[in-house]
């Protein structure tokens, strides 16, 4: 039984195996791959892309989905997670579908159940699903030829699991990650370049990548405003100017102080096809950990 805690789980071959898959499912068609498959969503933390997906994927697959509300599980009772997530296992589901807040508590769960545990999100660590739409969308934009691509993470580095699972899985793919960020948001991984200012790389640069300041994960507020900080960070036209660079975000994006109202309709955006492409890509990854198991 193979679990999806991060993109570490899977060798390149099966990424390239589960895009091959990805690419058939794009069709959207449903099927019977997961028939009899019953599939539990778990998500301790707000979500719409990523639990969307998920189900949408469970079922296009012909499973069936039990998405558990939280806010009235037995959390609220003084249940500690660890001990939901047992019980819930003891129902005899084929997968488990978990986003929390703790960066450590999926992979603590896996001598613990019967079933695969696919992580959604796990505090400001990572996101393995996300990190493998992203590389599945620039994979696709760039017909496979990633490698020596450069891309530039660019927002609220610190606080976000995207960016935790991008820079781990990219340069697996011969890519060149680097971040741009104020300094209050800037990464504390000395392994990659950083810079303040978008203007100081765009010339290099054929993937942007924008990410939303996460103030709900942060103890104090570094601006006056969030218009204050989209002066420097919000991708514009006159950030892109004409050049050609793929922009991507994973969503929700903060209109005009992440992403602005004029580049969300541009055609170099493939924002929407990132959330396409995340059905189809859970798709294929949950017909590899639940029916190939
Ligand atoms: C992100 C998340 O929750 O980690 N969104 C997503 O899953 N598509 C990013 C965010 O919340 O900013």
């Known amino acids: 039984m193979q679990h999806l805690i991060t993109t570490a789980?899977?060798?390149?071959?099966?990424?390239?195996?589960?895009?091959?898959?990805?690419?058939?499912?794009?069709?959207?068609?449903?099927?019977?791959?997961?028939?009899?498959k019953i599939i539990v969503n778990l998500f301790f933390e707000n979500s719409t892309r990523t639990r969307g997906a998920f189900e949408m994927?469970?079922?296009?697959?012909?499973?069936?989905?039990?998405?558990?509300?939280?806010?009235?599980?037995?959390?609220?009772?003084?249940?500690?997670?660890?001990?939901?997530v047992t019980n819930i296992n003891a129902m005899g589901p084929d997968a488990i579908v978990i986003r929390h807040s703790d960066c450590n508590f999926h992979k603590t769960l896996i001598d613990y159940?019967?079933?695969?545990?696919?992580?959604?999100g796990a505090g400001k660590n990572a996101h393995p699903?996300?990190?493998?739409?992203?590389?599945?969308?620039?994979?696709?934009?760039?017909?496979?030829?990633?490698?020596?691509?450069?891309?530039?993470?660019?927002?609220?580095?610190?606080?976000?699991?995207?960016?935790?699972?991008?820079?781990?899985?990219?340069?697996?793919?011969?890519?060149?990650?680097?971040?741009?960020?104020?300094?209050?948001f800037k990464s504390e991984d000395p392994e990659f370049k950083q810079y303040d200012n978008i203007s100081e790389i765009i010339d290099e640069v054929d993937v942007v990548m924008s990410l939303r300041t996460q103030l709900e994960r942060h103890n104090e507020m570094y601006f006056s405003s969030l218009h204050e900080y989209a002066k420097d960070y919000c991708i514009t036209k006159d950030t892109f100017g004409d050049r050609d660079i793929l922009l991507l975000h994973p969503g929700p994006v903060n209109r005009n102080?992440?992403?602005?109202?004029?580049?969300?309709?541009?055609?170099?955006n493939k924002i929407l096809e990132q959330v396409r492409n995340g059905v189809a890509v859970r798709m294929a990854i949950l017909k590899k950990l639940v029916k190939d198991q």
């Open 9 to 36: 789980d899977f060798t390149k071959e099966e990424i390239l195996n589960i895009f091959d898959d990805a690419r058939i499912f794009l069709d959207m068609e449903s099927s019977e791959v997961l028939k009899g």
């Open 57 to 84: 994927a469970a079922k296009r697959l012909g499973a069936q989905v039990i998405s558990l509300d939280v806010g009235t599980s037995s959390t609220k009772k003084g249940e500690t997670i660890f001990d939901t």
């Open 113 to 120: 159940v019967d079933c695969p545990i696919l992580n959604a």
């Open 129 to 184: 699903t996300q990190a493998l739409l992203d590389l599945f969308t620039i994979v696709e934009h760039y017909n496979g030829d990633t490698e020596g691509k450069k891309v530039a993470i660019i927002g609220d580095i610190r606080t976000s699991r995207v960016a935790g699972s991008n820079k781990k899985l990219l340069p697996r793919f011969g890519m060149d990650v680097s971040f741009v960020a104020p300094d209050c």
């Open 257 to 268: 102080v992440d992403i602005s109202d004029e580049m969300l309709v541009d055609p170099r």
